[in-house]
């Protein structure tokens, strides 16, 4: 049984490009540029090697790319699913070159999608973080090299110190393993963590719930507490 911890690492705003195409009269949006880097150490002391990660992008691109299944998320989802609710965009290219993972991704007209394309549009700075499962081993100068790497997906993210903080503080204390007989990954049984997990998700949840709730309220103020009122009570009534 190999044991896998959830793996981010955040790629700056700064290496990416927007591209915009028009394909049968229609405009479509990209971003591109290096989504995974290897043979150097990165700002979680973490080093990926070139020939793995050369190996998880094939698998990468067979299974998910070539399929169109290559989805994204906008923002960090608190474990590996991916939520069709909170896709924004497609992974439609991904290739090594040297030590990069070089990636195309189409900004989908769905409502994060959108989101995400009136931030691009309005000028905002956005990065991507790469999500993936791997197996962390420390060589003698304290450097975390990472092995058994497999690769979930490409998310778009706003500023690199939070999601940071986010995943190392909640994300990484969640194990996962490879059934060896399968090939399935699955969280570790009547583990601890797990549980913490699954309680922070439950939040995790119930917070993004609130957020949309409050996102359109009444100008009347009497409608608006009402309507502050209605989605806090649900939301408690659910934790």
């Known amino acids: ?94 290739k090594m070159v040297e ?21 691009i549009e309005g000028g905002c700075n956005i990065g991507v973080s790469t999500r993936g499962l791997g197996k962390l081993d420390e060589n003698k100068q304290g450097v975390k090299l990472v092995s058994e790497f497999d690769l979930v997906t490409v998310d778009i993210v706003a500023e690199p ?23 399935d990954i699955c969280a570790l049984p009547n583990n601890q963590k797990q549980c913490e997990m699954q309680m922070i998700e439950k939040v995790y949840r119930i917070l993004e719930e609130i957020k949309e709730g409050l996102i359109s309220l009444p100008k009347k103020q009497e409608q608006r507490e009402k309507t502050i009122i209605d989605v806090l009570r649900k939301s408690i009534d659910k934790i």
């Open 1 to 94: 049984m190999v044991e896998l911890q959830l793996l981010r690492e955040f790629r700056d705003y700064k290496d990416l490009e927007i591209v915009k195409e028009d394909f049968d009269g229609q405009k479509r949006l990209y971003i591109t540029g290096p989504f995974l880097q290897g043979n150097i150490k990165n700002r979680n002391e973490r080093i990926y090697p070139t020939d793995m990660l050369e190996s998880s992008i094939k698998k990468y691109v067979e299974t998910k790319v070539r399929h169109n299944r290559a989805l994204g998320e906008l923002n960090h989802p608190p474990g590996i699913e991916i939520n069709l609710n909170n896709v924004s965009h497609r992974i439609v290219e991904l």
């Open 99 to 119: 030590s990069n993972g070089l990636g195309k991704a189409l900004i989908l007209d769905t409502p994060k999608g959108q989101i995400a394309r009136a931030l």
């Open 161 to 183: 110190s939070a999601p940071d903080a986010y995943v190392k503080a909640i994300n990484e204390g969640l194990k996962y393993y490879i059934d060896e007989k399968t090939n």
